[in-house]
């Protein structure tokens, strides 16, 4: 999709100093520099989700949304707590 776009704004767990697309593991999720206008480094970027080898799955913070999210106060109150919280999921 970056290559559709007008602007493609990225966030990424760190900058590394390397290549990734010389990576055949890293490859397939790079996006080449041309298409990209902005980069903000965001470690724990992904929680609650895994990435990769670098954090495992939250389950109890999945399971948290998923009761939050039957309703819209729920969601809501959820969402507050979330955007309280900071990259790696606790509360500052």
């Known amino acids: 999709m970056a290559h559709a776009a007008h602007r493609t704004l990225v966030t990424v767990e760190r900058v590394v100093d390397f290549n990734l697309i010389d990576d055949p593991m890293h490859a397939p999720g790079?996006?080449?520099?041309?298409?990209?206008?902005?980069?903000?480094?965001?470690?724990?970027?992904?929680?609650p989700l895994r990435f990769a080898d670098q954090y495992s799955l939250d389950e109890p913070a999945l399971a948290q949304y998923v009761v939050a999210a039957h309703s819209d106060v729920g969601f809501v109150q959820w969402l507050r707590e979330w955007l309280e919280r900071d990259s790696v999921g606790v509360v500052a």
């Open 30 to 47: 790079t996006i080449p520099a041309i298409y990209v206008d902005g980069i903000a480094e965001a470690p724990g970027g992904a929680w």
